[in-house]
């Protein structure tokens, strides 16, 4: 399998190149030469989740040897998920919510980001590269704490994180300031994540600096979700929730699904695309977005128009205007046209939007949820299934009964659960009306627990009491040096 840059299809590298690079050099996402078929779903449809991740994975990052690959998804999906299924499926009221937050941090990205280190590390191997590699991370919450858990302790990578001082919830502050491991740094920076984000990518394109690291025995990589070894993991469980489905005798062989994605950087849709390209039954794909709307626009207009106002939601993590893995999409929209994709993208970073013609989106049905009717979707869920979502799940779910009642399409479906409630406590403890006033985050999870009968998990629970171990503070202009104290280089190295 080659992987090919959505910028220029004359760039093809290895799986386990792509996954080193992360991004191609000029700019381009790496995407599969083509999508391995699955002729006979029944063939898999007694396998657990690790035997069904080896066995998709293994169509993808073919130079890998099969035993170095059973152990990365070994040593991923084991005990640091508190359910036996990885990926527990539950009905609720005729829907299917797909609960993809029982990793250690809690949100979906743990199902792909315990996993990466380990690839990472035998890509490292098959490609013979001997430096150390640092991740290098800006974070708004959620990506920050799943990398830091998931490359914690692993030998031959440093990892770095900065999240704005005062721009993430007092649970993910703590989730990572508590981090343990001798690799992981964790630095809060004096402004917005967009300072960090900017800091970072100067970073990233400082010569002299990647120079320095160099000479040093190190190399940059990242863990962000454009690298090809966050995306092919997230296509197991779009397959593993229909072979339960299948199991369960709730569908028949070869029966259509349709599957609600809650989206922000397109990456968890796209991964469920590539599941119907493979030939999962799917039948429309449901892209739901909060008040940044860009591509509930894109799908219904056909423009991509990132000039507005970023707007501040309960459901941060989707708060995104430009959605990077839509490059993907449009590629493979667009009969591969690697020169087409080049141009749109090249227009958006310079005037903010660009318009496509002709290009058949039918896969996908797009809607959006604002912030009152996301509290009402959880509010109602809630008293009248006895089911606790989060904000970003109850995004997707309040766009599917939009759907249901505009195209009257009762096809079973899949909804994407990708955070637990008590990630985003304050606001689902709002929505379902409780008290929050004085109260610190801490006080509200233990409020919602007990007002729904269910239990704070052990993963936010202990953290009132963990021990604090990153005490990193700086300013925009100093994150190069606390980077070089972190690994001793140039002045620091002595
Ligand atoms: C990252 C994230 C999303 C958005 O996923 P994309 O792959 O970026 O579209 C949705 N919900 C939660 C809880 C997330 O952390």
């Known amino acids: 399998m080659r992987y090919f840059s959505t910028r220029n299809k004359e760039i093809y590298v290895s799986p386990s190149e792509a996954i080193i690079q992360g991004i191609s050099k000029e700019g381009g996402l790496f995407v599969p030469e083509s999508l391995p078929k699955i002729k006979n779903l029944g063939l ?22 099969p035993a170095s690959l059973r152990k990365c998804v070994d040593n991923a999906y084991d005990k640091k998920f508190t359910t036996k299924e990885i990926a527990p499926l539950k009905e609720v009221d005729g829907v299917f919510f797909l609960e993809l937050y029982h990793g250690p941090t809690l949100a979906f ?57 005062n721009g993430v919830s007092q ?28 800091g970072v990518k100067q970073i990233f394109n400082d010569l002299d600096f990647r120079k320095l690291l160099e000479e040093n025995n190190y190399t940059f990589s990242s863990a962000n979700s454009i690298n090809i070894g966050r995306l092919v993991p997230q296509i197991v469980y779009y397959f593993h929730s229909y072979l339960i489905l299948l199991r369960e ?69 989707m708060d995104i205007l ?5 490059e993907r999409l449009l590629y493979h929209l667009s009969g591969e046209d690697s020169d087409l994709v080049k141009a749109l993208m090249e227009q958006l970073n310079q005037e903010g939007y660009y318009r496509v013609e002709g290009m058949d989106t039918d ?19 809630f008293f009248e299934s006895n089911y606790l979502m989060d904000t970003h799940t109850a995004v997707a779910y309040r766009v599917y009964e939009e759907y249901k009642n505009e195209t009257g399409d009762h ?13 985003f406590g304050e606001a689902v403890a709002m929505a379902i009306g409780l008290d929050i006033k004085n109260k610190d985050e801490f006080a509200i999870i233990e ?47 002595d």
């Not at 898999?44 to 040897?65: H, P, Q, V």
């Not at 430009?322 to 839509?326: C, D, E, F, P």
């Open 411 to 423: 096809t079973k479906t899949v909804i994407a659960s990708t955070a637990s409630p008590f990630k």
């Open 322 to 326: 430009v959605s990077s893995n839509l």
């Open 171 to 198: 649970i993910q502050e703590r989730q990572m300031i508590t981090q343990r491991g001798d690799n992981t740094f964790v630095v809060a920076i004096k402004g917005n994540f967009d300072d960090a984000q900017t």
């Open 249 to 317: 005798g709730k569908i028949k062989d070869g029966e259509q699904i349709n599957i609600v994605v809650p989206t922000g950087n397109f990456g968890n849709i796209l991964a469920a695309y590539y599941g119907k390209l493979m030939g999962l039954p799917i039948g429309k794909l449901i892209c739901a977005s909060n008040d940044n709307k860009v591509l509930t626009d894109f799908f219904n207009t056909g423009t991509y128009d990132r000039r507005r106002d970023l707007v501040l939601t309960t459901s941060p993590s």
């Open 447 to 493: 409020d919602l627990a007990q007002a729904t009968g269910t239990r704070v998990p052990k993963a936010i629970g202990e953290l009132k009491s963990s021990e604090i171990l990153h005490y990193n503070r700086c300013e925009i202009d100093e994150m190069k040096d606390l980077i070089s104290g972190f690994l001793k280089v140039g002045e620091f190295n």
């Open 363 to 381: 896969n996908f049905y797009a809607g959006y949820s604002d912030e009152g009717q996301v509290a009402e979707t959880i509010r109602k869920l």
């Open 109 to 165: 990205k743990d199902m792909a980001l315990s996993i990466l280190p380990h690839l990472l590390k035998e890509a490292m191997r098959i490609q013979g590269v001997n430096k150390e590699v640092v991740i290098l991370t800006a974070t708004s919450g959620d990506t920050g704490k799943a990398a830091l858990e998931g490359f914690a302790n692993v030998e031959g990578i440093k990892i770095i994180v900065f999240y704005p001082e």
């Open 44 to 65: 898999l449809k007694d396998m657990d989740y690790k035997n069904l991740a080896f066995e998709i994975m293994s169509l993808f990052f073919t130079d890998f040897e």
